[in-house]
């Protein structure tokens, strides 16, 4: 099994930045995805970014050019840095871990409100 662990989220003004982290841990192997899901209240969870384990990103195109997503050298870790907050970015965000065998396992999620 793997265990996601989340951090950073915040109340943030519009144009601000959040960077939310997630590690995992457990029984994982090389070749994984790595991403972001996020749900507003009353809206279905969508797909915010994804990065594999060779680097391949991917976005959602409400999110590209002012979100960003990494891995740390380990692979373990992902960073979803958040520039350019718009009050429609206010979601609980889910850490996502895809391994190789396709299961998917989520975080807890972590709260993003973006005021004004």
């Known amino acids: 099994q793997v265990q996601l662990v989340e951090s950073g989220g915040g109340l943030v003004q519009a144009g601000g930045s959040l960077r939310l982290s997630c590690a995992a841990s457990?029984?994982?192997?090389?070749?994984?995805?790595m991403g972001w899901y996020r749900q507003a209240p009353g809206k279905q969870r969508e797909f915010v970014a994804a990065?594999?384990?060779?680097?391949?990103?991917n976005y959602a195109d409400s999110v590209k050019g002012r979100f960003t997503i990494s891995r740390d050298s380990a692979r373990k870790t992902v960073y979803l840095q958040m520039n350019s907050l718009k009050p429609e970015d206010t979601a609980v965000y889910y850490c996502s871990f895809t391994s190789v065998a396709s299961v998917i396992y989520w975080g807890q999620g972590t709260q993003v409100t973006v005021s004004s």
């Open positions: 990065m594999t384990s060779t680097g391949t990103t």
């Open positions: 457990g029984i994982i192997f090389s070749i994984n995805t």
